[in-house]
C-alpha cells in the first residue's frame, strides 16, 4: 500500500498534529506501507492532514478533487483534529471541512467532541484520540513532588483561548508562594513577573523538562484532542485542567483527573492534588496514551476500508 500524506512533519515544536504524523507514519514505515507526499499515479489512498494549504500542508482540497477525477479509484481518509471553535472564527475552516467530508472514504475525529460540533458527518466515521511517542514521554519512577512544587504548561501558540488569563493570575499568585510556575513556549501570554518562561522544546528535551515538574496545568479552552495534556500525563504529572478544554476533557476523565472552572477553583483543586498526589498518580493508564496504541487502531482501519 502507498499513501500520500499532505502534510510533510517536522522534527520541530510545531504542534499536535505535527506530532500525531511523525508518529503515525513511522508506524506506517514500520509495517510496509509506503510514503509519500505528492500525488502520484501509484497510490492507493490519500490521508488528509488539512484540507487547506498551509506551511508544510501542500495538498489542499482543490488539488485532491482534480486527481480524484483522473484516478478515481484513489481512496481519501481524512483525520479532523480541527475546527472554527477553538479560534472564536466563524466560516473560515468549517465549511471546507464541510466540503471535504463529501468526498471522505473514512473519516477519523480525534475526539467525540469534535465529531459532536459538526451537525452533519459522514458516512465511515470512527473517533480514535492522539497519543504521544513513549520513547520520550515516560514517567519518572519513585517520583516524590519538589520542596518547592512546579507547576508546568507548555503552548506553541499565542492565542488568548490557550490559557492566557489563567496563566497571568497564576503568575500573580506564585509570587509569594512555594510554588513555581514553568511556562515552556515561544512567550508567556501576557508579561511574566514570577513564572519561568523557557523553551521551545521538542521531543525527549521537551519530555525532560516535564517530568522535572509536578503538576501539568491547562487553562486551555475548547481544544480537539490537546496533545499537550497527553504529553503531560505521559510524563506522570497529575492533571487539572479547564473544564471548557473541549475534546482535552475525555482524556482528563478517563484518568480521572481534575478540572476547574475559575481561577479560585483552579488554587482548590492544586491544593487537593498537592494533598492527594500518589492518588491521581496512579489513575493515569499510560498505554493509553501511547502513539503506539493509536497508531493501531489507524493502521487497522486503514487495512480495512483502503486494502
Known amino acids: 500500500m502507498k499513501i500520500c500524506f499532505t502534510m510533510t512533519p517536522q522534527k520541530t515544536p510545531f504542534g499536535g498534529g505535527n506530532q500525531f504524523a511523525l508518529n503515525l507514519i513511522q508506524y506506517l514505515e514500520n509495517h510496509d506501507i509506503l510514503i509519500t507526499y505528492k500525488l502520484e499515479p501509484d497510490i492507493d489512498a490519500i490521508f488528509i492532514m488539512d484540507p487547506r494549504l498551509l506551511k508544510f500542508n501542500k495538498i489542499d482540497i482543490n488539488q485532491i478533487k482534480n486527481f480524484r477525477l483522473k484516478y478515481p479509484n484513489v481512496k481519501v481518509v481524512h483525520r479532523v483534529n480541527d475546527c472554527d471553535k477553538p479560534r472564536n472564527q466563524e466560516n473560515v475552516l468549517d465549511p471546507i471541512l464541510q466540503e471535504t467530508f463529501l468526498i471522505n472514504d473514512l473519516t477519523i475525529f480525534v475526539s467525540e467532541w469534535t465529531k459532536n460540533y459538526f451537525p452533519q458527518i459522514p458516512e465511515n466515521s470512527f473517533v480514535i484520540h492522539n497519543g504521544c511517542n513513549r520513547n520520550y514521554f515516560y514517567p519518572r519512577f519513585n517520583k516524590q513532588l519538589n520542596p518547592k512544587i512546579k507547576l508546568v504548561t507548555h503552548h506553541w501558540s499565542s492565542n488568548a483561548l490557550k ?23 515561544r512567550e ?8 519561568k518562561v523557557i523553551g521551545p522544546f521538542f521531543g525527549l528535551e521537551l519530555a525532560n523538562h516535564l517530568r522535572e515538574a509536578d503538576i501539568y496545568i491547562s487553562a486551555s479552552q475548547y481544544e480537539n484532542c490537546p496533545m499537550h495534556i497527553i504529553e503531560g500525563l505521559s510524563c506522570g504529572l497529575p492533571l487539572i485542567y479547564h473544564e471548557n478544554i473541549g475534546g482535552g476533557c475525555e482524556i482528563g476523565k478517563m484518568h480521572k483527573q481534575e478540572s476547574f472552572a475559575t481561577f479560585e477553583e483552579l488554587i482548590l483543586k492544586i491544593n487537593l ?11 493515569i493508564q499510560f498505554p ?13 482501519l486503514l487495512m480495512d476500508h483502503i486494502t
Open 163 to 185: 490559557g492566557k488569563d489563567i496563566y497571568q493570575q497564576l503568575d500573580d499568585w506564585i509570587a509569594d508562594k512555594n510554588f513555581e510556575f514553568i511556562y515552556i513556549g
Open 273 to 283: 492534588v498537592v494533598e492527594k498526589y500518589n492518588h491521581y498518580q496512579k489513575n
Open 188 to 195: 508567556f501570554p501576557g508579561k511574566a513577573q514570577n513564572a
Open 288 to 300: 493509553l496514551l501511547s502513539s503506539n496504541y493509536s497508531n493501531q487502531k489507524y493502521y487497522q
